[in-house]
């Protein structure tokens, strides 16, 4: 458990103003200075209990309400360099002078700079991916089966009946799981739908996927090798049918390799849409059965995601109960596509995998719902692979959604693609041996702020310990998941070797992610000269470039209408290192009130310009959904230091609405 102990000091420190007050009560002093002199007593208390205490600050990092604000308040009074890290209270921040430099930085290998604050700089970079082989399945095994994947929104393993959850909310599931292999700790790459999926479809985490553009609006490129277009090099007819609340606001350029990617209105999130889904389903099956070739078709059904609107409440109404509702829900959807490939009679020719993108928490460690947190009722999820004569099984081994590529390929008889961590389970699936000697960890993160890669939760599991490293604060937390399954008991101090070894893997894990992503933003924007795009020549001496223009264009992104929005600055000769910059980048509704505005580092931070070379030309990508903005919009840019902008703003251009 948390200990309280650290916060005695506030407890005493209000005691004694109370005993003082007491004696006083009756003086007009008292009247006057009392309650000052308590509130400031026991801000002191606190502060000290906070700063001096890692179980404090990790109890308020788990927390809801006003000590969060209070904490974070006081951290950016201690904040000089404006970079979201405190140089008192724990913030943890080496030098408060220099925005890049703190506990959430990426550290540059071998520049002589310690920018993460570890007590030195980096000398190794991060592993790389290697084309490596890892199965084989002999030509006479080789099967042509389909595929029909299944994501669930929002599902965690525990509330299953089958491992172990006492209200029957998805039998049809669990039946399913008594005829196939049901993996009981599978953990998900990450805890929001936008991360998750791209990942899982990748076969890799998020960091190293070859993606372009910065914050919320990401498009991910060709040539990331992800699941359907492995499918549909080998012959496979791909279809994927999706809600567009996911494909318009969520991830753009999944779109590769499917042979169909229908984006559909009427999958709505905030309203029970799995029977919608079911029957889009059921008649993407029967138009592919119809064919000669094998299949693979992907659906992602949002119940039983919030608000917990399912059409019927069997188990009450309180928010607990409406969510195992909207599993029963989805069961059903579920029952309507497994009894459809029994009507086709294609069961017996077809792979199904059942999982979720993440779970849901109720409140076990202080937050409701998902995304901010990494504990089991958010990272693990069901997992069911259902391979045609493959003998049933129940498997404990801890597996990563990131494996479903591997292991698809594998079961299908299909080329392995390149080594980036996965495994391929379809051994364990076939029901052979398993060599286990060596014990595996299982990454997973948060991303707590799509505007700052430091801003995010790192988790390392090599079973049975769990490790949850924050970076912005610089802390972790470790449980022993055999014999503390809710996670209440933080071993971080009487487990010392487990702890270190861990954090070590969840930093390297981290530092990987971010070695790979900025190869990728070197290779594809750091010019060796301006393009033909970059018009403007404009120098800005107090920050050592000169730029060089910008570009507005809309781009189609799976039927998504996006905006994708370039810059170029160019690194000039400068004397001692050059400041930092931020991009800003504002946009007016023409003849309208609506204004918006974002701010971000050139290349996501990765690259600062101290470190660029004189020369070198910056590209900077961004895209952005106007989805709901009916009116012509400006899009003008400035570059701002230390808060104050020093040039701009200019220009860029206007994007016209989207048509009717």
Known sequence: MVSLRPLTGLVIAVAVAAVVGATLRRTRAAERWLWPAALGLSALAGAAAYTLSEDARLAVADAEGLGVLVVARAHALGDADGDGFSRWLGGGDCDDGDPTVHPGAYDLADNGVDEDCQGGDRHQPGATARDRVRHHVPADEERRLNVLLVTLDAVRADALPCLGYPRRTMPTLCALAERSTLFTRAYTPGVTTRYVLPAVMAGRFLGDVSIEGEGAHFLTLEGNDLLFERLNGAGYTVEAHLASWLTDRMWYGLEAGTDEYERHDDLPLKKPSGARAAAIGVDALERLTDGNRPWALWLHLLDPHAPYAAPEAPFGDDPRARYDAELAYADAQLATLLDALRALEVEDETLVIVTADHGEAFGEHGRTHHGRQLYEEAVRVPLVIHAPGAPAARSDRVVSLIDLPETIADLLGLPPGLDYGARSQADVVRGQPVDDAAPRTVFFEAVLDDQRPDRRLVGALRWPYKLIYDVRRDLARLFDLSKDAREKVDLRTTR???????????????????????????????????????????????????????????????????????QWLRADDFAGPRPEVLLRLDYAGVGARYRQKRRSAPLRGLYPPRAWAAGEVIEDIRYERFGDVKVPLEITASLVRDGETVFGPQLLGVVPPPPR
């Open 496 to 566: 010392p070797a487990v702890h270190d070894a861990l954090l070590e893997a969840a930093r390297g894990r981290l530092t990987s992610g971010r070695d790979a992503m900025l190869a990728r933003l070197r290779r594809r924007q750091v010019l060796t000269e301006a393009p033909p795009e970059a018009t403007a020549d404009e120098p800005v001496p107090a920050l050592g470039l000169t730029w060089l223009g910008g570009a507005v264009d809309v781009v189609d992104a799976g039927g998504t209408r996006l905006v994708r929005i370039r």
